[in-house]
């Protein structure tokens, strides 16, 4: 092994420092937002780690007969919270700017000790799915959105790996004229700001009654993921021997099953990669959701307009995002393992 | 009654393209093992194609057992192939290769499973039937396809260069377990191969192909001592044979064929063979081993020369040694022979084969 030289330890702490800057820094800030509660998302400066309690301080006013509640800050100095008498007030401030789930029998019955005792502190565990579940609760349409932006994935992965996975075979197997015209031509579509598209499909939605509907969404996402498709399938096609296929077709397999038994499995790592494209394309587009939607929004376009409309409470947007991010994640880390595992180790 | 029968069999893969394939006509007979030999782009994996079903024709017939198959796709054909990259799918274990063809039949699955372990216990590969093929050599792989080949019992065996991708130890145990598994099932078999010493250790016939024309149609024996063609005589023989191309003369004892190199009397029978070609030129062609040398000129010397190079080869040598206007290559067994001394060269009990210089076909007796 060679000892690393001065240029290249720099270089690696240059690399690394843009990870910690451009990736880690700000997921960290992302997390924390979504799991804070409606106070610390304000502290200043933020510390980006996540607090799973509440330290309060409560004091009694024998004057007004009111409790004076305090809460501590992330840098540990006493901030006004509430003054009340009344148990209800109580719960629903320790619920709503705390996160902190209590009943006001509970909170009064505990808060007793300081009329004889003088000031005491209390520490409260965080409820952590708080801010999820008010995202549900304030954002309209939160359930729907999720449910549409699912379909909207699954119709856009079924039309483009259709249309793409058959282009993609016809673009590997068989030679017709201007094909390398329409390879290009396909390139080009992906040139094409998606917004751009959306305007004149909106009118030929409305002309097909689709305006509104996830089918007509799932069209606008897969044009471009229809090339994007293709090209990706075609070069795996090319690369499986012709062999195999005729192999198939003397061991009694008609030219269908021939496709479906032997040249899909084997083209499945282009077909994962390629659905992790659709996937990610559908999943994350707010702005064509924008225009081409009117009362059934998708989930990316939900929390778009929940940090819109909250933005005095930003973590319920934040936990929106995460609510975004999860099951790309979890896409993304299933479908990774058919790409690798074909891509790395088969040969086909 | 022939049991696969080509009957002016023609392909050409563009509308206006040349004819790979030539009005082909071939009978082959059930239980043999036939042997396409020739070189590359010869036309010999085409026509295979053609038989299996995968390749299109455009003229001609295909028969096997009196009817012709050329409307029907390959599956309906009832033949198995081997193929030259094996084809063995990847994504399913060797036991799943073997059973494909027999799913496909809708054969039942204790069938199944019976004839997989036959197919494998044949191919001697049971022990590797859960494996996946990636996890196999290319000698186990080439196994496996051969127990997918032989499992769906076919009329008609077809391997395209099947031992082309093994190395030459593997080849030549593969091909007397080809010959042998063969020879048990008592299947008919065609087989591609462009190595000479493949075709002619396995094959009941050879054919040998050459710019999609048949050369000759033979067994091993005829195709290297009966050469039917210049090309049949240079590409099967290793030294390939010796060609002289002579002046046919009259004079007063007979024929004599003569050139700057060799002399060489004709008798009787040959001389009945060339005598149509008094005062012209033919090519006569001799085998390395049919050359023999002796130390003394006698009236049998074809030609004297030196040895000029001598190539050791265990039992026999190989003298190479230029001529004025050729290399000739002679097989010999005295071992002691030593480079650059004067050799008198005799053609070994008359066996010589000649070749009209314009057709470049064999010279045969005319039948009277």
Redesign the interface.
């Known amino acids: 092994m060679n000892k690393l030289n001065g240029i290249q330890k720099t270089l690696i702490a240059l690399v690394l420092a843009t990870v910690v800057i451009a990736v880690i820094v700000p997921l960290m800030f992302f997390f924390t937002n979504a799991f804070s509660n409606g106070r610390e998302v304000y502290d200043y400066p933020k510390t980006p780690i996540l607090s799973f309690t509440v330290k309060v301080q409560v004091s009694y006013n024998e004057d007004t007969g009111m409790y004076i509640v305090k809460y501590y800050d992330r840098n540990g100095e006493l901030q006004n919270a509430v003054n009340t008498s009344f148990g209800e007030i109580l719960s629903g401030y320790f619920e709503q700017y705390l996160s902190v789930y209590r009943t006001p029998e509970e909170l009064l019955e505990q808060f007793e000790i300081t009329k004889t005792e003088g000031p005491q502190e209390f520490t409260y565990g965080k409820n952590m799915w708080h801010n999820f579940k008010t995202f549900f609760l304030i954002t309209s349409k939160a359930e729907e959105a999720l449910v549409n932006s699912i379909i909207v994935v699954i119709f856009t992965i079924i039309i483009s790996l259709t249309l793409g996975s058959m282009a993609g075979y016809a673009f590997a197997r068989f030679r017709f004229k201007g094909k390398d015209q329409i390879n290009v031509f396909m390139l080009i579509v992906r040139m094409f700001p998606m917004v751009g598209i959306s305007i004149p499909l909106a009118v030929i939605l409305i002309r097909f009654n689709l305006f509104d509907t996830m089918i007509g969404l799932a069209i606008l996402y897969s044009l471009p993921n229809i090339a994007l498709t293709s090209w990706i399938t075609s070069s795996i096609f090319v690369g499986i021997?012709r062999?195999?296929e005729?192999?198939?077709?003397?061991?009694?397999?008609?030219g269908f099953?021939t496709f479906i038994?032997?040249t899909l499995?084997?083209a499945?790592p282009a077909l994962a990669a390629s659905s992790m494209y659709a996937f990610l394309t559908a999943w994350n587009d707010t702005i064509s959701a924008l225009i081409l939607t009117n009362d059934h929004p998708t989930l990316a376009l939900a929390v778009y307009q929940a940090i819109g409309d909250n933005t005095t409470n930003l973590q319920y947007a934040a936990a929106g995002s995460i609510i975004l991010i999860i099951p790309a994640l979890i896409f993304t880390f299933v479908i990774r393992k058919y790409v690798n595992q074909m891509w790395g180790?088969?040969?086909? | 009654m022939a049991f696969l029968e080509l009957v002016d069999l023609d392909k050409r893969y563009t509308q206006k393209g040349n004819l790979i394939v030539k009005h082909m006509n071939l009978s082959i007979h059930k239980g043999e093992f036939l042997v396409f030999l020739g070189p590359s782009g010869c036309g010999k994996t085409t026509t295979i194609r053609m038989i299996?079903?995968?390749e299109e024709i455009s003229g001609g017939d295909i028969l096997i057992n009196g009817k012709s198959v050329v409307s029907l796709?390959?599956?309906d054909r009832g033949?198995?192939?081997i193929?030259?990259?094996y084809?063995v799918?990847?994504?399913m274990t060797v036991r799943e290769n073997i059973a494909?063809?027999l799913r496909?039949?809708k054969v039942s699955k204790k069938d199944i499973v019976t004839r997989v372990e036959k197919a494998a216990a044949a191919a001697n590969i049971m022990e590797l039937l859960d494996r996946y093929p990636?996890q196999l050599s290319g000698g186990q792989r080439q196994r496996v396809a051969v127990a997918?080949a032989i499992v769906?019992e076919p009329q008609i065996f077809l391997m395209d260069e099947p031992l082309s991708n093994l190395d030459a130890m593997l080849r030549v145990s593969m091909r007397s377990e080809l010959k042998n598994i063969h020879e048990s099932l008592g299947a008919t078999s065609i087989f591609v191969t462009h190595d000479q010493s493949e075709a002619m250790s396995l094959a009941d016939r050879i054919v040998i192909m050459k710019d999609g024309l048949i050369e000759q149609i033979g067994t091993p024996k005829d195709v290297y001592f009966d050469c039917e063609s210049i090309f049949v005589a240079s590409f099967i023989g290793v030294p390939p044979t010796n060609f002289f191309h002579v002046s046919v003369l009259k004079d007063d004892a007979g024929l004599l064929l003569k050139s700057q190199d060799v002399s060489y009397r004709v008798d009787a029978l040959e001389e009945k063979m060339l005598s149509p070609y008094v005062g012209k030129e033919v090519v006569m062609g001799v085998r390395p081993e049919n050359l023999e040398i002796s130390d003394t000129f006698d009236d049998n010397t074809f030609l004297t020369t030196h040895a000029d190079f001598i190539e050791p080869q265990g039992s026999h040598i190989i003298v190479i040694s230029k001529l004025e206007s050729s290399v000739i290559k002679i097989s010999s067994s005295k071992l002691e022979l030593q480079a650059k001394s004067l050799i008198h060269v005799s053609v070994k009990d008359r066996k010589a084969m000649f070749f009209d210089k314009d057709t470049e076909k064999r010279i045969r007796l005319q039948e009277e």
């Not at chain 1, 005729?246 to 008609?254: D, R």
């Open positions: 021997n062999e195999l005729e192999a198939s077709l003397v061991f009694g397999a008609n099953q038994k032997i499995p084997l499945l180790g088969v040969s086909v | 299996s079903g995968l796709p390959p599956k033949v198995s192939m193929f030259q990259s084809a799918w990847p994504h494909y063809p496909l039949q990636t997918r769906v």
